[in-house]
């Protein structure tokens, strides 16, 4: 292993133990090395804090001068809502800056800048690893849409619930736990009216500590959502954003009275066109959604190819006549079924859990 390798490891462990509380910033990590030493160490501060670069920097102090900055996302060169970060690394008198990927935003050239100021520059550490770490932020700016994950928690059969419409915990305590984790780490969490109307959801982080609440995404066509539904009661206390048809105008008043953020959308057949949603989403600067939805719902997100990372939690249970989790997918021959990457599988108490990206279909 090399020493850049070395030191780019130890920058993505302090990237990771940042997931879920830089939203909607990258989580990212950085170390400076001085004379073969790690003199300073940072991690990407909640959103309106410092950036990963300038924590190291600061924690390094003097010791900045002439030493090695490895970071694993280029830095930042442009005002946002905090300062260029290659203005500290100027000011601080870094010899190197060592970055494991480029940035996709267009407003960053810190390589150009960094050089003009005879500060050197390499890029290229881990990129397979830090670009699968920094995977939802490197989709939200080249793709302009956020980075979609689709939740489902089913039996060994595929089944989310019995047809006569029982809701219940399928899953066990540890994987329900993990997606209250899973939680934490997306900006926001969508679901459908139906799902709302059946299950009366509170779509919230429930673990111990202090956690960043994502902001809830309702598709509710006909705005169906009960003002006394667990999701509008705490409307006031979590962003609360409900989609729906331009036709239900002389209600909205009623849901913005009480916190919910109305966003009216032309219907086409009385569906939502899905990639218009995702647009609107975007706009807020929501980076990431998490869906967790029914089985029409995930049909519709799959079938446009839309879903970029699955997290399946399966259960050890055999429901027999039960609601399919992906019945609704149309696939005409097996040829066209849908392909999935597996890159991760796990136990969690008696379920099994895992992590599978979509191999996308050549067209």
Not at 170 to 183: A, D, K, M, N, P
Not at 212 to 227: A, E, K, N, T, Y
Not at 256 to 281: A, Q
Request: hydrophobic share 40%; aromatic share 6%; glycine share 8%.
């Amino acid at each position: 292993m090399s020493f850049q390798t070395r030191y780019m490891r130890r920058a993505m462990e302090l990237a990771e133990s940042a997931r879920g509380k830089t939203l909607p910033n990258p989580n990212v990590g950085a170390v400076v090395v001085l004379d073969g030493k790690i003199v300073g160490e940072g991690l990407t501060q909640p959103c309106g804090g410092n950036h990963a670069e300038v924590q190291a920097l600061l924690k390094a102090g003097k010791l900045s001068r002439n030493a090695e900055l490895y970071v694993t996302l280029e830095p930042c060169s442009h005002w946002g809502r905090t300062p260029p970060c290659t203005d500290a690394i100027i000011w601080a008198g870094i010899s190197t800056v060592y970055a494991g990927i480029p940035d996709p935003n267009p407003e960053v050239d810190s390589q150009a800048i960094l050089k003009e100021a005879g500060i050197g520059f390499q890029i290229g550490f881990l990129s397979e690893e830090i670009s699968r770490q920094l995977e939802t932020y490197l989709i939200y700016m080249s793709r302009k849409s956020p980075f979609d994950m689709l939740k489902t928690a089913m039996s060994l059969d595929g089944c989310i619930a019995t047809k006569d419409g029982e809701s219940c915990w399928i899953t066990g305590e540890e994987s329900r736990g993990r997606v209250h984790e899973l939680r934490t780490e997306y900006d926001a969490i969508l679901t459908g009216i139906g799902t709302v109307l059946s299950d009366n959801p509170r779509l919230n982080v429930r673990l111990d500590g202090t956690f960043r609440q994502p902001v809830r995404v309702i598709l509710d066509p006909d705005l169906l959502i009960p003002l006394d539904c667990n999701i509008a009661r705490s409307a006031a206390n979590q962003r609360t954003i409900v989609f729906c048809g331009k036709d239900t105008s002389g209600r909205w008043q009623l849901y913005s009275e009480v916190g919910i953020e109305i966003v009216p959308l032309t219907l086409i057949d009385e569906k939502f066109v899905l990639n218009e949603v995702l647009k609107m989403l975007h706009q807020r600067e929501i980076g990431s959604v998490m869906l967790e939805t029914g089985a029409r719902l995930t049909a519709a997100f799959v079938e446009a190819e839309l879903v970029d990372k699955y997290e399946l939690f399966i259960a050890p249970r055999i429901i027999g006549n039960g609601l399919k989790a992906f019945g609704a997918v149309h696939t005409a021959q097996l040829v066209d079924a849908l392909q999935l990457q597996i890159t991760q599988q796990q136990t969690r108490g008696f379920d099994w859990h895992i992590t599978a990206y979509p191999v996308r279909s050549k067209k």
